[in-house]
């Protein structure tokens, strides 16, 4: 008896924590494909559109051009920040050089500043620089963000791999360049995979610094939705499609590559 | 082929000395065994000799060319490591093929050489699996045809074998020396199993805290060990080294009397091997106690006597019987070698 309500509340929960998820998520993909007048509406009963998605992508919304921004800005971020991480990340691993500890703390503690204390520098420094509402201003901020983060993901993933291969390749005749490429890259090819679909959202997710550094030119998806605040009040239909367009590539990539995520996260934990 | 030289070559880790001064020269062609308990600096020898960790001092020369500062690409060795160090992401064929890749060995002749190395570690038929789908001893192979397949000047192995079961490590061992038998590359063998130095060895060089302490051939280790730890570290099982003193020409230990060509002094310890003592029946032999264990080995029975602090163990026929606690008496045979050292320094005496 005892054992069937514990079952109960325990399946009752996990329904409750399901729903609590999961309810913002699903009313989002609904509430895409419904007509204005049904937005605040709870009832599944509506007639659905696509026409929401057809009137985000057109004048004056054109989030085209942000769905591009979004996409170079994330996919130049991840292609130049995890080969660089990569290389500091095994020199952080491999080099016993004085300092090493210290210097490695310094690059983790770029993460501990909060955002909003740093923005401000960011944009001075960009108008200086005529980069402000550029991709290039965006890339930098985000290359700065993700840089450490995947420098450490990306260590604990090699630390895990035994030096006796590489040592063997250097005795084989490989530099230690070659080394990394041919050896130790392969080998970490699962937790880099796992670091580059992190610096991947990451980046695709990020905001704060997207709204300050951006006015037109260099939207990005997040900032975006914000303009579907009008003086005619909350377009939540319209935004929901955008949401929708900014989860699913997400959502996807996620599916796909999934069994490496989960490889990755394991040959990371477990030395 | 090549000949190895190292001169006062010393490695510090802070303020940790791992080999202290040591010199040693490695004839072409020879197979030199670093043999000594973990800890004892023959690894750390080895990787100086592959270039995998920096020299404190002294010099290294290969060929009678100094390569201190060279990297180990440069070197021209091959080794195989204790845990192979396989490339786990590439098949056998392109693990053997990589060291040829490196050099930039022509496709066509690199298949050739694969083909030809695997087929003489008998691994000709698992080319194309990758190293998690082999066993333990297929994977040493691999590693072995990686190291071969370019023949190299030097070889280098770091416990190969140590990875193996027993059955496997004798059968390895025997293929090592027919290898090396029939490429005749110098190579330098790091093992602490002292069976592995014996049997394969042209020499060995037993070392301890640092230090070669003996570097002879493995016959004349085994039959005149240099000091204490090596009498005590060489032989299966080992050397029955028994505490005493020496008077009026007589090693007197409790239950031992033994006449040895020394002047009287205290603190002497007599070593003799136990395949060099025999069992007798009479209660007036020169090594007397109580049988204390017998130890089946198939071909033989170690017999242990046992008096008051002295224990002393012998080789005896396979069938021999006698009941635990009985009297127990041992005589040495003929021509047996006795082996006297200084407790306090553990030199030899005599």
Same mark, same amino acid.
């Given at each position: 008896m005892k054992r069937s309500l514990a079952y109960v509340g325990e399946r009752a929960l996990l329904i409750f924590i399901s729903v609590v998820v999961l309810f913002p998520i699903a009313w989002m993909f609904l509430t895409a494909f419904k007509k204005p007048r049904d937005a605040y509406s709870l009832s599944l009963n %509506?007639?659905?559109?696509?026409?929401n998605f057809v009137t985000v992508f057109s004048e004056p919304w054109n989030l085209g051009s942000m769905v591009m921004n979004s996409v170079i800005v994330a996919t130049v971020t991840v292609v130049i920040a995890v080969p660089c991480a990569a290389l500091a990340a095994y020199s952080f691993s491999r080099f016993r050089v004085k300092g090493r500890k210290f210097l490695f703390f310094l690059i983790l503690s770029t993460q501990f500043i909060p955002a909003v204390v740093i923005v401000l520098p960011f944009f001075l420094m960009f108008r200086q620089l005529d980069l402000l509402d550029t991709r290039i201003a965006l890339i930098i901020v985000n290359l700065a963000i993700v840089t450490p983060f995947v420098i450490w993901m990306i260590k604990g993933f090699i630390d895990a791999i035994p030096t006796d291969s590489e040592e063997a390749a250097m005795i084989d005749g490989a530099s230690r360049l070659r080394v990394i490429k041919d050896i130790v890259m392969p080998m970490a090819a699962p937790g880099i995979l796992t670091s580059s679909i992190f610096c991947f959202i990451l980046t695709w997710n990020e %905001?704060? %610094?997207?709204?300050?550094?951006?006015?037109?030119?260099?939207?990005?998806?997040?900032?975006g939705l914000v303009s579907f605040r009008t003086e005619r009040g909350d377009l939540w239909e319209l935004m929901s499609a955008a949401g929708v367009m900014i989860t699913v590539p997400i959502f996807i990539m996620a599916l796909f590559i999934q069994k490496h995520?989960?490889?990755?996260?394991?040959?990371?934990?477990?030395? | 082929m090549a000949e190895v030289r190292l001169v006062d070559i010393e490695k510090k880790y802070g303020s940790f000395l791992a080999v202290s001064k040591q010199s040693l020269t490695i004839h072409d062609g020879e197979f030199l065994v670093l043999l000594g308990p973990s800890g004892c600096g023959k690894t750390t020898t080895m990787r100086m000799i592959a270039g995998l960790e920096d020299i404190t001092s002294g010099d290294i020369m290969i060929k009678g060319e100094r390569i201190n500062d060279k990297p180990p690409k440069d070197r021209d060795i091959a080794m195989v490591f204790q845990n192979y160090g396989l490339y786990p992401h590439m098949t056998v064929r392109q693990n053997i093929e990589y060291p040829l890749k490196l050099r930039g060995v022509k496709r066509g002749e690199r298949k050739t050489r694969v083909q030809e190395t695997a087929d003489k570690v008998e691994l000709g038929a698992l080319l194309d699996r990758r190293p998690s789908e082999l066993s333990g001893g297929q994977r040493q192979r691999v590693a072995l045809a990686r190291a071969i397949v370019r023949t190299p000047s030097i070889f280098l192995m770091d416990e190969p074998l140590s990875n193996l079961d027993a059955k496997l490590r004798v059968t390895m061992r025997a293929e090592l020396k027919?290898?090396?038998?029939?490429? @005749?590359?110098?190579?330098?063998?790091?093992?602490?199993?002292?069976?592995? /130095?014996m049997t394969l060895a042209s020499r060995v060089a037993v070392m301890r805290e640092g230090k070669i302490v003996q570097l002879d051939t493995p016959k004349k280790i085994y039959a005149e060990p240099a000091d204490l730890f090596v009498a005590g570290f060489i032989g299966s099982p080992s050397m029955n080294l028994i505490d005493g003193s020496v008077k009026g020409g007589v090693f007197r230990a409790d239950g031992v009397e033994i006449p040895v060509p020394l002047e009287d002094r205290s603190g002497v310890v007599l070593g003799i091997r136990p395949e060099e003592l025999?069992?007798?029946? @009479?209660?007036? /032999?020169?090594?007397?106690?109580?049988?204390?264990?017998?130890?089946?080995?198939?071909?033989?029975?170690?017999?242990t006597l046992r008096?008051?602090?002295?224990?002393?163990?012998?080789?005896?026929?396979?069938?021999?019987?006698?009941?635990?606690?009985?009297?127990?008496?041992?005589?040495?045979?003929?021509?047996?070698?006795f082996h006297l050292f200084d407790r306090a320094s553990g030199e030899r005496l005599g």
């Open positions: %509506f007639e659905p559109t696509l026409q %905001f704060l %610094f997207a709204l300050i550094l951006s006015r037109r030119d260099a939207v990005t998806l997040p900032v995520f989960t490889r990755g996260m394991t040959a990371g934990a477990v030395k | 027919h290898l090396h038998h029939e490429l @005749g590359v110098t190579t330098v063998y790091v093992t602490h199993d002292q069976m592995e /130095a025999d069992i007798s029946q @009479g209660p007036n /032999a020169p090594i007397n106690g109580k049988l204390y264990a017998l130890e089946l080995t198939g071909e033989s029975t170690l017999v008096n008051g602090p002295t224990s002393v163990c012998a080789r005896g026929h396979a069938d021999f019987e006698a009941d635990i606690n009985s009297p127990c008496h041992l005589t040495p045979k003929d021509g047996a070698r």
